[in-house]
């Protein structure tokens, strides 16, 4: 099996390469983001221990997912020549349709490489969104290694799902909703941020937007590479022989330094949740909530139900993507 590092993936743009995500650069973005679409809603949730948590229903955006923000904070920070060179993205599905979805509404061509095995909502949304959809094999093929070879054929820009500095400011982009409308209903600014995490874009980005709060990134057992490498002070990969997950938008293989740094200077400590944690969340969060999101959006609600996380009055979920195959939703509601 391949197992791409951070060091095998496209080089980055001397531009990129001296540039940090920065919290102006978040405020920035989240003022492009409220032109654009509408705040997601803040929801209260009662866990059954008693207490509430209070939910971001990130699965409510446009094409179903947070990766909008990142997607067109970058796309829009492109240069007129960047632009009409294209763009090219790596991703199982949400940050595909981000992409695509910007790259449609500011005429940008795009290119993504998808895994053979994303949900079929994903890939069709993705192409019926005007992206070009490169497949490849997951377990034995670098994707990195496949957007270096078009990038480098066609001259296009990289953006990256998240060891990019304008995609974690737009990912960050989330936290300032969060906090202005926590202010509002929760008394305060949220005390604890619990968020999905696959490589690191959205932990990072909320720790800028939201500084005095504590971040908690959470990934499925087994793909849970962040956890170990903030527990370890180093990047780590996933390691040779992942198991099958259900949270198919978290499945990166490593971290990247740019996310590493922001989340090791806050000192954030991960948590990894299991496949049955991660469906008992689902089946909450659409008894609860009326919510129907998808395995690795509920990641982060499923911590905090497994007693993996505390909480107070002014502990934040993010429920981060709604993206899920019909079929296989319906088959966990249903054997609950």
Not at 26 to 46: D, G, I, N, Y
Not at 71 to 88: D, I
Not at 179 to 201: E, K, L, N
Not at 220 to 233: N, Q
Request: one cysteine or more; proline letters at 7%; charged letters at 20%.
């Amino acid at each position: 099996m391949t197992n791409p590092s951070p060091q095998l993936s496209p080089a980055p743009s001397a531009r990129e390469a001296t540039r940090a995500p920065t919290r102006k650069g978040v405020l920035r973005a989240a003022a492009k983001v409220s032109a654009l679409v509408p705040h997601t809603p803040l929801l209260a949730l009662e866990l059954p221990e008693g207490g509430t948590v209070w939910c971001k229903a990130e699965c409510l955006q446009p094409m179903g997912a947070f990766k909008i923000r990142g997607a067109w904070h970058r796309l829009t920070e492109l240069t007129e020549e960047e632009r009409a060179r294209g763009v090219v993205a790596v991703s199982s599905g949400n940050h595909a349709q981000g992409v695509a979805w910007a790259a449609r509404r500011l005429g940008i061509s795009a290119t993504i490489v998808m895994p053979a095995d994303a949900p079929e909502v994903k890939l069709s949304e993705t192409r019926r969104l005007g992206a070009q959809v490169v497949l490849y094999e997951r377990l034995t093929q670098s994707r990195d290694a496949i957007a270096a070879e078009i990038c480098a054929a066609q001259g296009s820009v990289l953006v990256h799902a998240y060891g990019d500095p304008w995609v974690i400011e737009g990912q960050g982009s989330t936290g300032v909703e969060l906090a202005s409308q926590m202010d509002c209903f929760a008394g305060g600014p949220p005390t604890r941020i619990v968020a999905p995490c696959g490589g690191g874009g959205l932990a990072s980005g909320l720790a800028l937007a939201c500084p005095d709060a504590e971040i908690v990134p959470v990934e499925p057992e087994g793909w849970d590479d962040v956890t170990r490498s903030l527990a370890g002070g180093a990047i780590v990969g996933v390691g040779a022989s992942p198991p099958a997950t259900a949270c198919d938008a978290l499945q990166t293989m490593a971290t990247y330094p740019i996310n590493f740094a922001v989340m090791t200077s806050r000192g954030m400590r991960g948590v990894a949740v299991s496949e049955a944690e991660v469906r008992a969340a689902q089946i909450h969060a659409f008894r609860k909530l009326r919510l129907v999101v998808e395995p690795g959006g509920a990641a982060a609600l499923a911590a905090v139900l497994a007693g993996k996380v505390p909480y107070d009055g002014r502990t934040a979920v993010i429920l981060s993507g709604g993206n899920v195959d019909p079929a296989a939703f319906a088959k966990v509601i249903v054997q609950s």
